[in-house]
């Protein structure tokens, strides 16, 4: 298996603009998670999904951020309008069974607003 | 709150060291433990993967243990080597925590020549 696909690996965009992170988890697996790390807050969750369903959001820092995932092989995380403080690492992991066999993570993708 | 937290911050030793990292969570019940190493610029690799059930796991020249009741696992690398220098984060699935993984702070390992 490829592991969790993300793309695009790095992002710049200009303040106001829409942006969409992509994401590809393992194939099998039914939990998926996006995940945010800054150099102040480390590694955060904003979301996570158990098939195809989104269970807990209570991580999304504010109605910017808005995330989807349409069937089992791929997700979005789309932050509109993006603000400088927006700029960070976004992680997206996979797992099946978590408690059994715990999380595979991405590459990530290194936002920038600026 | 559940929290985990990693002990030192960072750590710089030379190479061929035996070293342990530490890491300290709230609530003893948990699923499992996972260890991942982080190179700069770079993703999160799994390194480890200790059930509840477990008391420890080895792979290569790394051990990790886990003590559910203290609240505390630890992190041994044997004969440590440049290349092993990286952040390594310790996170923790709580039984109470809905599938959450929750991460500490990370220690950066700088591994001298």
């Known amino acids: 298996d490829a592991g969790v696909i993300q793309s695009p690996r790095h992002e710049v965009t200009e303040m106001g603009q829409e942006v969409t992170l992509r994401c590809k988890p393992i194939s099998g697996h039914d939990y998926l998670f996006w995940y945010r790390q800054t150099m102040m807050r480390g590694l955060e969750l904003l979301i996570y999904?158990?098939?195809?369903?989104?269970?807990?959001d209570s991580g999304m820092p504010e109605d910017r951020f808005s995330a989807k995932m349409p069937n089992a092989s791929f997700s979005t995380l789309k932050i509109q309008p993006s603000e400088p403080r927006d700029s960070a690492v976004y992680f997206c992991?996979?797992?099946?069974?978590?408690?059994?066999?715990?999380?595979?993570f991405g590459s990530g993708t290194r936002l920038t607003v600026v | 709150k559940q929290e985990v937290t990693q002990i030192p911050a960072a750590l710089s030793v030379p190479e061929g060291e035996n070293l342990v990292l530490n890491c300290s969570f709230t609530d003893s019940a948990i699923y499992n433990l996972q260890w991942f190493r982080q190179d700069p610029g770079k993703g999160l690799t799994s390194l480890l993967l200790i059930q509840s059930s477990q008391r420890e796991q080895t792979s290569g020249r790394l051990n990790a243990s886990l003590d559910k009741s203290s609240g505390r696992s630890t992190l041994y690398i044997a004969a440590s080597q440049p290349g092993d220098s990286a952040t390594y984060l310790c996170?923790?699935?709580?039984?109470?925590?809905?599938?959450?993984?929750?991460f500490g702070q990370g220690t950066r390992l700088t591994i001298n020549p």
């Open positions: 996170a923790v699935i709580y039984v109470q925590g809905a599938q959450k993984l929750v």
């Open positions: 992991a996979s797992s099946f069974r978590t408690s059994d066999y715990g999380y595979t």
């Open positions: 999904f158990n098939n195809n369903v989104p269970i807990d």
